[in-house]
């Protein structure tokens, strides 16, 4: 996984979030909506005037208005993508409709076909204003592109009808007719333009991931920001500017000392919003060079790692080579140079058969060239043995640090030159050994088994390992001839000794219990330190002092 997923689906379970909230938002608003659109349709169909808002002068929210408004706000409760179609369709309808009436000067008669406009005096009674009729087909155009999934596009669409609102509900704020209608025949009512705002907003709610549910639900700063300038930009600074003309039309004071304290006051907001925008991108910036500041130890430590991790993928690269080029030459030295000298040696011992038929046909019993032969011939049997101990020797067992894989993998390897399969024994706390110490084992296991393979004639050999609390000890018992007394020097105990010297530890001969030989070679754990490892890596010395009768008696 890359290192971005698990940031990108923090953020996808946040948007989930969002989702979930802002269809909830949404469905109050649009019942809100609703319930307000049927008390106006049921004002109307009464003849309540209190409920339509009717009064001298005032605008009042029509009824095909009030259907628009109910359509749109079902579409937003409805269920089903049809359902939504076909209701943001008929508000399209109507918008199209009582726009197309003014452009055209043109009457459909669709004004009053539900119920008459006995409630004002107007020039087209029953018809909502303009500016209504275009906030319908915006709500309509954006309901259904967010149907359609086109986020932007809707976005845009329903930023319309929200302006429109908005300007409506400022104009009716301050007491003003010039933001409440785009013509000149009638005014947006103040029932309309917050209905066209809520349903605007609960529209845009439901665009996934759109600016309003970032603006609303967002966690991140930009979201907290945008939230606390808001309630600013949406009540306080309209709530100072109506102060601020309450008092001029009261006399207060004039149109030019009102304008210098509404600028004053704003100019003091803007400074208190741009200290908190300061401070907040002040605490972002500190946070960010602290990440960076991680970043860069964490990389740190990162490269360190990589470039441990590259040394030792040489080193094994290079052990790897090494033991590859060993395990060619054993090989070689298999296939082709003891097949030669095998086959040699059968010429020689026929020719020495020859040879003694020639002479007692002769007569001749002086002649050495039998025996000369023989020995020739068991000189090449001797060569054959050596190098069958030295390709075990050359073979690796593998660069890893189990212990008890390696001590099989060497007694499956050394039962080619002792003729049987050792016993293996593994006990004690084997894991967690260095994986140097591990290679020095198998060096001492192989000296041993070559050992036995070389003088003890045994049918039977055991390879033991024991981790002790503070101790490793490795034991080799065979059933072989045993060993002479005094021991003999040769290089094969040597580097036995050697070896269990080199940290702290012995190397003892001794018999065994069922007759053999039985080799302990023990070394403490507190000694066993890394550092001393590199000192003691070496291969095993074939040993030279063998006894070659013995050996042609094993043959």
């Not at 084997?430 to 050992?451: D, K, M, T």
């Amino acid at each position: 996984m890359s290192s971005t997923a698990p940031m990108t689906s923090r953020h996808a379970d946040e948007r989930a979030v969002w989702h979930t909230r802002a269809r909830t938002t949404a469905r109050c608003l649009a019942a809100a909506v609703l319930v307000v659109a049927v008390v106006n349709a049921l004002g109307w169909l009464l003849e309540l005037h209190w409920i339509i808002g009717a009064g001298p002068g005032a605008a009042t929210t029509k009824i095909n208005g009030a259907l628009a408004l109910g359509f749109v706000a079902v579409a937003v409760l409805a269920p089903r993508r049809v359902a939504k179609q076909l209701l943001l369709a008929g508000a399209l309808v109507i918008g199209v409709v009582t726009l197309s009436q003014y452009a055209f000067s043109v009457d459909l008669g669709i004004d009053e076909l539900l119920v008459d406009d006995w409630a004002s005096d107007v020039r087209h009674p029953g018809r909502s204003s303009e500016s209504a009729a275009l906030s319908f087909i915006g709500l309509a155009l954006g309901g259904l592109l967010v149907v359609a999934d086109r986020r932007r596009s809707a976005q845009w669409a329903l930023a319309v009808p929200l302006v429109l609102g908005i300007s409506a509900l400022v104009s009716y704020t301050y007491g003003l007719d010039t933001l409440t209608s785009i013509g000149t025949y009638s005014q947006m009512s103040a029932v309309n333009a917050l209905l066209i705002v809520a349903c605007a907003l609960a529209l845009w709610l439901k665009v996934p991931s759109g600016v309003l549910q970032w603006l609303a639900f967002g966690r991140d700063p930009g979201a907290r920001l945008q939230r606390s300038l808001v309630p600013v930009a949406v009540l306080l600074i309209p709530f100072a500017g109506w102060v601020t003309t309450k008092l001029q039309r009261n006399g207060t004071w004039d149109a030019a000392a009102g304008m210098a304290v509404l600028v004053t006051f704003v100019g003091v907001v803007v400074l208190a919003v741009g200290y908190r925008v300061g401070k907040a991108a002040y605490r972002i910036d500190r946070e960010r060079d602290t990440l960076l500041e991680e970043l860069h130890r964490v990389n740190s430590v990162l490269e360190d790692s990589v470039r441990a991790r590259s040394h030792q993928l040489n080193l094994q690269r290079t052990k790897l080579a090494l033991f590859e080029e060993r395990d060619r030459i054993a090989r070689d030295l298999h296939d082709r140079v003891i097949q030669r000298i095998f086959a040699a040696g059968l010429q020689m011992a026929g020719l020495s058969r020859t040879a003694r038929k020639e002479a007692a046909a002769s007569g001749r019993t002086d002649s050495k060239l039998p025996e000369n032969l023989d020995t020739v011939a068991l000189e090449l049997d001797l060569a054959i043995r050596e190098l069958r101990n030295s390709i075990f020797e050359l073979t690796s067992v593998g660069d890893h640090d189990n212990i008890e894989q390696v001590v099989r993998d060497i007694a499956a390897r050394a039962s080619r030159i002792l003729g049987s399969m050792p016993a293996v024994q593994v006990t004690g706390q084997v894991a967690g050994v260095p994986a140097e110490l591990v290679a020095q084992f198998a060096s001492v296991i192989q000296e041993g088994l070559s050992n036995v393979a070389r003088h003890a004639r045994a049918s039977s050999v055991t390879v033991s390992f024991h981790g002790g609390d503070d101790h490793y000890e490795v034991r080799i018992a065979d059933d072989g001839v045993g060993l002479p007394d005094p021991l003999p020097r040769s290089s094969g105990i040597t580097n036995l000794t050697d070896r269990a010297r080199q940290f702290g530890g012995t190397a003892t001969w001794s018999a065994n219990e069922g007759g053999g030989t039985l080799v302990t070679w023990r070394i403490p754990r507190a000694d066993a330190q890394p550092s001393r490892l590199d000192e003691a890596v070496d291969e095993a010395v074939p040993d030279e002092s063998y006894d070659p009768a013995r050996d042609q008696a094993v043959a």
